[in-house]
């Protein structure tokens, strides 16, 4: 749909007061969902006990003014309109997507054990959703599902997940696996031209620096939770949206730290717990304005404080980047900055954004595309790549 109107969100409100179900006849017909399909739909949501269930399937526009195809911006609108509690289902290209507002049953792993059983049906997924919020089983058959199965997207030629890296949901295929095992390794004093560090060493620093970073993932991802579990959005538009993308980010670096995940996807749980953090206080606010994502310093994304741009020339390109003031003021004296976030490749250091991490490497955990769950949908998508 090229753009939803005031028309159009008219008529979702009207049916979802009526049997909870709104298809739209394009989507219905691009997906290839029958009448009988919809009507299975309809009985399902009127038989759901557990959930205040609403079901929204409408393929929304990138150019969309108003939602910019996010199903979670387009529910954040709806629940503003009708309040009360409910949950949605609907589709965030390629994906089905559930949204929950308020006093509602944990949805978490919902549409992924659903993708997982029909794929390419999205009726089916629809169906089977409505059954895992109603019996609550999501997350126990998520993690009943081999782990090569549930994350088989990141694997590249044939190599599965576990023998790569431990990817998350909605994390790109990487590209190029990176030969040799993969760590994090920063740089804390720089160091003599030519010096490199003997293996036994990176692999000291190895153990420490990933027991350390995930110690803080876990730290930061958990008291992300706590407060949204204590909290509300105020009953904005804007609050309700801010608060999705809190609940979206939470859920993405969660589904991370739920398994053996790789440093290069820990530093992506640590970034998306920062930004659901700033997207909490942000729906909090008295009259909160639209969130978006702040600007990270692209020379290593967890550092923290204001960022301005710079002009960093790498090799025979340049490239306009944000970075930290220390970062920025190193680039402005034409050094290298100290602390650019590395991982190992082998036997020596390579910057992450000289890596093929995927969506990660490509947008600078989000400090060049702040979209960063998009980004990463996208990415996947344009590979073709379907969740299994």
């Given amino acids: 749909m090229a753009e939803i109107t005031d028309a159009t969100i008219a008529e979702i409100e009207q049916q979802l007061a009526g049997d909870g179900v709104w298809i739209d006849p394009a ?19 009127a038989g759901t006990q557990e959930a205040d269930l609403k079901v929204v399937l409408v393929d929304i526009d990138y150019g969309d003014p108003r939602f910019q195809g996010s199903f979670a911006s387009l529910t954040a609108w709806l629940q503003d309109d009708t309040g009360g509690d409910a949950t949605y289902i609907g589709w965030d290209d390629p994906d089905l997507s559930v949204q929950a507002f308020g006093d509602q049953p944990d949805t978490l792993y919902v549409d992924n054990v659903a993708e997982h059983e029909h794929p390419g049906d999205v009726a089916a997924q629809v169906l089977m959703a409505q059954e895992l919020i109603e019996d609550g089983t999501a997350e126990a058959l998520w993690n009943d599902i081999p782990r090569d199965e549930r994350y088989s997207w990141t694997a590249d030629e044939g190599i599965q997940a576990s023998e790569v890296f431990g990817g998350i ?3 790109v295929a990487i590209g190029a696996v990176v030969t040799g095992l993969v760590v994090l390794v920063r740089r804390r004093r720089r160091r003599p031209a030519g010096f490199t560090l003997p293996s036994t060493v990176l692999h000291t620093i190895r153990a420490a620096e990933d027991r350390r970073l995930r110690e803080q993932a876990e730290t930061e991802v958990l008291a992300l939770g706590e407060a949204i579990g ?15 993308q809190a609940l979206d980010h939470y ?3 969660r589904s991370i730290l739920s398994q053996d995940a790789a440093p290069a996807d820990v530093v992506g749980a640590l970034v998306l717990a920062r930004r659901g953090e700033d997207a909490r206080s942000a729906a909090q606010e008295r009259k909160p304005s639209a969130w978006a994502p702040p600007v990270r310093c692209w020379f290593n994304p967890l550092h923290d404080g204001r960022t301005t741009e710079v002009t960093w020339k790498d090799g025979g390109r340049e490239v306009d980047v944000p970075a930290c003031a220390e970062c920025a003021e190193d680039v402005r004296a034409g050094r290298e900055p100290d602390d650019v976030l590395d991982f190992i490749e082998g036997d ?3 910057h992450y954004y000289r890596l093929d991490l995927g969506a990660w490497s490509t947008t600078g955990y989000g400090t060049l595309d702040r979209d960063l769950l998009g980004a990463l949908r996208t990415s996947r998508s344009r590979r073709g790549i379907v969740r299994p």
């Fill in 169 to 171: 949901g909605i994390v």
């Fill in 27 to 45: 989507f219905a017909k691009g997906h290839g969902i029958s009448a009988a399909d919809e009507t299975a739909i309809e009985q399902a949501v």
């Fill in 348 to 350: 020596s250091t390579v």
């Fill in 230 to 244: 204590s909290g509300e959005a105020t009953g904005t538009a804007n609050g309700l949206a801010a608060w999705q």
């Fill in 251 to 253: 859920a993405a670096a």
